[in-house]
């Protein structure tokens, strides 16, 4: 498995460099017209930020299911500077250090892993047919009878969505990622849920903060919103199941170009995939910066 990640992941890297190469002409002769608009980026660093909350509130209901309690500082806090391990090699650290940050206040350890475990698969299965529901009309339009493939995806995603609300399957699952929250049960069926619906809610509000920031960077740059979403949303995922890329670094830009340089062109493809990428990372250091700046004295465990 670990092999096939890094198999797919150089092959994104290999295709997008062949396609930036074979189009260098075109991307350097392009003309690209760069016009920041400050509403636009503010929307779309704003709207990051509400998806980050909506999925702050998941993890919280998430131990709820499980009978811990977190007030909102703290849970705010973990989640937040915990996200920065996504940017070390493994993609472990941001699980690991979730779990290691809940216990110091008094998360049962189990909970915490448990619950950072179950809430990364649901990002995956979420992310995985909102892709393919948003993605399924640019891809049958280029390449007609391969949007069957997507169809195929959306069902075997919301499939295994479907098994995470079956406890049995989901005590299965923990017993590989987290025995010892499987030896306490499945949480609460509304945690899991939370987890779905706040992923679900996520992603798209991701597309939907890329397509802001298009406007606010590329106004001549038609990209649609429906597109934006399916964009965002495959390439994040390529890139975070890419284990030997830091942040997905390469694969996910990579991807990115890959799917817009047919409707964008490769030189605006090229300028928002990087544009996203410095989004992201500014949101991600803008919520965690405040709270390592500020004392930890006010987080407690609510009982």
Request: charged share 10%; with cysteine; hydrophobic share 60%.
């Amino acid at each position: 498995m670990r092999l096939a990640q890094w198999l797919v992941g150089l092959a994104i890297i290999a295709f997008a460099a062949r396609s930036l190469l074979r189009n260098w002409e075109a991307l350097s002769s392009q003309p690209l017209r760069v016009e920041l608009s400050a509403g636009w980026l503010a929307v779309s660093v704003l709207l990051v930020w509400a998806m980050y909350a909506v999925l702050i509130i998941a993890w919280r209901t998430m131990l709820a299911g499980w009978g811990q309690r977190l007030d909102g500082w703290s849970t705010a806090r973990i989640w937040t500077v915990s996200s920065l391990g996504k940017y070390l090699p493994g993609k472990v650290w941001a699980v690991a250090g979730m779990a290691l940050m809940a216990q110091r206040l008094g998360v049962a350890p189990w909970a915490a892993t448990g619950s950072a475990v179950v809430l990364q698969v649901l990002a995956v299965g979420t992310g995985a047919a909102v892709a393919g529901l948003t993605g399924r009309a640019a891809l049958e339009a280029a390449h007609p009878g391969a949007g069957a493939a997507l169809v195929v995806l959306v069902v075997a995603a919301v499939a295994g969505i479907g098994l995470l609300l079956w406890p049995p399957f989901l005590r299965r699952l923990l017993r590989f990622a987290a025995p010892d929250a499987e030896a306490r049960g499945a949480p609460a069926a509304f945690g899991v849920v939370a987890g779905i619906l706040a992923n679900t809610v996520a992603w798209i509000g991701y597309g939907v903060a890329l397509w802001c920031l298009a406007r606010g960077v590329l106004p001549e740059a038609a990209l649609r919103l429906q597109p934006a979403v399916a964009v965002f949303t495959a390439s994040y995922l390529a890139g975070f199941l890419a284990l030997f890329a830091p942040g997905g670094l390469g694969v996910r830009e990579g991807l990115f170009i890959l799917m817009l340089q047919g409707p964008l062109g490769i030189g605006p493809a090229t300028a928002l995939a990087l544009a996203s990428r410095l989004l992201l990372t500014v949101t991600e250091l803008g919520a965690a910066v405040p709270f390592l700046i500020l004392p930890q004295g006010r987080t407690r465990v609510a009982r």
